[in-house]
C-alpha cells in the first residue's frame, strides 16, 4: 500500500514527490521516459535554471529525491487506473503489476500535435516551435512564422508581436478568418499567406524558408505552431475526469478532481504550460493529498 502513487515524472510530479517524500509518505513515481519537450534544446522562465537542458533538469531534480527514502521511481508505463470500492486507487503497470494506494496523483501532461509537413522533424525543437514564452526570447526581431489557422492561429500571430515585428501566419489553406480579423493582423504587421505549405527547409536544425506549393518561399528563422495537442495519458479520460475547451482536465483548488482521492497536476490540468507553473501545481497538489492523509490518520 503506497500512501501516493503519481504519475508522470516531469517538473509537476517531481516536485510532488519532493514535498510528499519531505512529508514521510510513501510515494511511487510512474513515468514513461517521454516528457513533452525532450525535443527541447533548452526551458526557460525557471529561476536559477534559465536555459538549462530539459532532461539535465530531470535529472538532477530526481537525484535531490534520492535522500527521501520513502520516494521510489520507476521507469515504467501504467497502462490502466481506478477507484476501487473500498476508496483506494488501484494502479496497473505494463509489468501486469497491481498497485494500491489512498491517492492517485496524475501528473503526466501533454503531447503537442507537430504539424504533419515534410521537413519539421529536423528542426522540431530548434527552430519549430509551440511556446514564445519558452523560445520567444532567442528569436527575437527575426523573421518569423505561425502555423495555424482560425482563431488559434490569429491570436498567436498577435501574441509573437511582443517579440518580432515580420509576422508571417501561414494558414495552410483557408484562413478561416472573418475580414476585419485579417486586417488587424495586417495593421500589426503580420503578413497572412493560405497558399499550401509544402516543405521546411533548414540547415543544423535551423529554418531557412517556408516551401509554398504555388508562389515564392518565405525566408524565415523560426516557426510557431498552434494544432492542438492531446493528454499524454489516456487514464483522466478513463477516470472519468471532466475537461474544458483546450482539452485539458478542469480542476478545482489544490488540483482536485471530481472523484475524491485523485490529483491533476501539471500541463494536463492548465491553460498556462509552463515547466514553473507545473512544478507550482505538483507542490500544491502535494500539500492538498498531505492534509487530507493528515485527517484522515486522526484519531
Known sequence: MYDVVIIGA??????AALVLGRCRRRVLVCDNGHPRNEASQAMHGFLTRDGIPPLEFLRLARQELEQYDTVAIRDVTVTDARCAANSRFETTLETGEVLESRKLLIA????????D?????????R???HCPYCDGWEVRDRPLAVYGRGEKGYGLSLELTAWSRDILLCTDGPCELETDKVERLQR????????????LEGTDGILE?????????SERRALFFTTGQQQQSPLAVQL?????????????KYETTHLPGLFVAGDASRAVQWVVVAASEGAEAAFAINTDLIKENLR
Do not use: H, M, W
Not at 516531469?10 to 516536485?15: E, I, K, R
Not at 524558408?209 to 518561399?217: L, W
Open 10 to 15: 516531469g517538473p509537476a510530479g517531481l516536485s
Open 108 to 115: 503526466s501532461g501533454v503531447r503537442d500535435n507537430v504539424p
Open 117 to 125: 509537413i515534410p521537413g519539421v522533424g529536423g528542426l522540431y525543437g
Open 127 to 129: 527552430s519549430v516551435f
Open 188 to 199: 500589426n504587421g503580420v503578413r497572412v499567406r493560405e497558399d499550401r505549405v509544402v516543405r
Open 209 to 217: 524558408r517556408v516551401v509554398f506549393a504555388d508562389g515564392p518561399a
Open 240 to 252: 472519468g475526469c471532466e475537461f474544458n475547451d483546450k482539452g485539458t482536465v478542469s480542476t478545482g
